[in-house]
Each structure stands twice: as structure tokens, then as C-alpha cells.
């Protein structure tokens, strides 16, 4: 009796085990949104779920290899079953899971970190949305992490979905990004953007000097 409710305890964990798996996989690959909604319904849980290294269900999606608009549908279908949109990576980062998803970087990041390092515009803005937050987790906030080529892209959806003390924070960290981009990049980001971030004309007026220094430095020759 006893070797057989043992038995039975070990084939359960290890079905429960296989299924979530297959989950994590299908997050990865091939699952469609009404799908995930319908299997989120049957287990509620999932939701939240997370991989052995530590890796939400959120993070699964957002570094899939899907294109932005399908990844925000599925973000979107989770965040209606309840996933924390803060939740950060934690867990045992030697894991290795699957290749359709990055399970290796990023320790301690949360989605919207990871949406914003891929240059995920539409993911990012509906994150933020939901309630994910700007700060920094472990090393390097959300805008820390835009690559130079996303930035117009990815602020442009912040700023849209943002509150009015949020915009500031995009203000203040837009100024912060001069260190990080070239000129080129950052007037670009301006030009869509200014008069959202900087309806002030001095508010404008100092990023164009600062914009202004920074090409005089890219110009100059160096001296060896």
C-alpha cells in the first residue's frame, strides 16, 4: 500500500512536472493567445508560474522569437489572468531550459526590462500600462537597457501609456540617455517626442546644448 501511494506520488509529480514543461515550451514556440486564455481559465496558476530559473511566464514570452504585436497579445491575455508584471527573475540561473527563449541573462531583470533590451515597443508600453514599474531592478532600470536603435520606438509607447509623474521619470531619463546614445539617435527621439516630454521651450533648449556638445565631441579629431 505504502509503495503504492508512493508510486502514485512520483507519477504525479513527474506528469505535473512534464506538463508544465510543455507550457513553457509552448509559451516559447507555438501557442496562440486565444489558446493560453482558454488553458489559463482550466489553470488559473500558470499565470504566475515560474521555470526552474526563475523565469515567469511573462519573461517566457517577451524573449521568445515571436514578432512584438504576437508577444503583446499573449503579455496582454496574461496580465488578464493575473501575472505580476513585476515579478523579477530569481531562481537557479545554471538551468538550462530550452533554447526557443533566452533562460541564460538577465538574473533578477523583470518583463519590462526584458521587453525594453529587445526593442519591444508595443510590449513595453501595455507593461507599463499594467502597472510595471521604471525603476531599477538589480543592476539597471527599464530605460537603462534600450538599445540606441529603439529608443524613438520603445519611449514613444512609454510615453503613451504613461502617467503624468511617469512622463517626468521618461523626462529626467531621456536627458540621462544623452551618456549612452549618439546625437543622431537622441534628436530623433526629441523631434517625435517634444512636445510630450518637453513642452517647455528651455526644457528643449538644454537637450538641443547638450546634443549640441556631443557632436562637437564625435567630431573632433582624436589625438593619438
Known sequence: MVFTVLFLLINFHCTAQHNTQLYQESLATNLKASEL???LQKYPDRANSKTCSGQSALNI??????EDSEIKSLVQTLLAHGAEPNSRIEGNFMCYENENYDSMSGYGYTPLQDATSRGLSETAGLLLKHGAS???SWDASPIDLIQCKHTQSVFQALIKNATPS???????MLLKKTEDCTAEALMTTLLTLKSI???DISERTTLLKKLIEEIEVLVTPREY
Open 166 to 172: 511617469q512622463q517626468k521619470d521618461l523626462q529626467a
Open 197 to 199: 516630454l518637453f513642452p
Open 134 to 136: 521604471l525603476d531599477k
Open 37 to 39: 486564455n482558454i488553458m
Open 61 to 66: 514570452v517577451i524573449r521568445s522569437r515571436r
